[in-house]
């Protein structure tokens, strides 16, 4: 997927037209709520599908970057605030010359002991489309009231039911976000992989295999709000820094996860050097300043820790000359 562009001006027109109506982004999760009906939307079910991440004629040099929610209780708010600042953050990846040509996917998890909608897994798209996914998630709210949800299913899913251009023809790896401030269980169950995605697997897989999968596609971070019912607990925090060492970042507000993912991404692809201006690159393209400090903050151990990058993304635009008249970047 990804063959279509992004327009910042489509997306401003949609974003007043919902603000001047007063209706939601969030259409399929109203739906269900005043439905009563629930139950997965056709187009974010995992079950038997494979996610692509491909290059084009518009994009020839696409890069995949995967983003997973926590839906659950208090987390249930940043897939809201993620798509109000959607076009900020393909502003800042595009117009300030981060990356040419990301293809962004959402999904969404729960927990698939207890919830009826534990896994929700987009497409990889380059335009509009990202947007009208967000708008395709139900946000269940469950949780199995305790500090464990599934985040490794989603994770067994980008692992093995994804397909990337950027890793298979260049051997540039993609980007995997999971959002959540809980645990993750300790194994993939084989029980629930064959129920929710439709894999059949002889045992249990445990979740460093999965994850050790991941990294050898995709740059694996993990974001926990630490302003959330669980976040602050250090045990959490504790238990994901052995799974991912510094790539744990602490996000003292959710609101800033979109700046911190385009931030993340401008260090791995050697586009961005200091947070400092990162930041600054960040408020010129519409984000918060306070959002925009956050996000560095978060980001200071990971960047004090890694070594140095050369990578330089390709088709850098300038500010001023990046956006056409039709407001695509």
């Known amino acids: 997927m990804g063959h279509s562009d992004w327009s910042d001006a489509a997306y401003q027109a949609r974003q007043n037209h919902r603000k001047a109506t007063k209706t939601t982004a969030f259409t399929y999760d109203s739906d269900v709520r005043s439905s009563g009906v629930v139950k997965i939307h056709a187009q974010m079910n995992p079950h038997g599908v494979t996610r692509e991440s491909r290059d084009s004629a518009l994009h020839p040099e696409s890069l995949a970057i995967a983003v997973i929610f926590d839906v659950t209780g208090s987390m249930g708010n940043v897939p809201r605030v993620m798509q109000t600042k959607l076009g900020a953050l393909m502003r800042v990846l595009i117009q300030r010359g981060y990356v040419a040509h990301p293809q962004v996917l959402f999904g969404a998890v729960g927990d698939a002991t207890c919830d009826r909608v534990p896994l929700q897994i ?22 199995g009231g305790q500090v464990f949800e599934s985040y490794e299913l989603a994770m067994y899913f980008i692992a093995r039911h994804t397909a990337i251009d950027c890793h298979e023809k260049r051997g540039h790896k993609g980007y995997l976000f999971t959002i959540g401030d809980e645990k993750p269980y300790a194994n993939v169950s084989h029980k629930i992989v064959q129920e929710h995605i439709g894999d059949h697997l002889e045992r249990d897989l445990p979740l460093k295999k999965v994850i050790a999968e991941i990294q050898g596609r995709y740059e694996h971070f993990h974001i926990v709000p630490t302003n959330t019912s669980h976040g602050g607990d250090p045990a959490i925090q504790a238990h994901w820094r052995g799974l991912l060492g510094e790539r744990v970042l602490m996000l003292d507000d959710e609101a800033a996860v979109c700046e911190t993912i385009a931030l993340t991404i401008g260090l791995c692809e050697g586009t961005v050097d200091d947070l400092a201006v990162g930041a600054v690159d960040l408020v010129a393209s519409g984000c918060d300043k306070d959002a925009a400090a956050t996000a560095a ?20 635009l300038s500010a001023t000359t990046g956006m056409g008249d039709d407001g695509r970047l």
Not at 122 to 136: P, Y
């Open 297 to 316: 903050a978060a980001l200071t151990p990971y960047a004090a820790a890694r070594p140095p990058v050369t990578r330089v993304a390709t088709g850098l």
């Open 122 to 143: 987009g497409q990889f798209e380059s335009g509009m489309e990202m947007d009208e996914d967000l708008g395709k998630i139900y946000i269940e709210g469950g949780g």
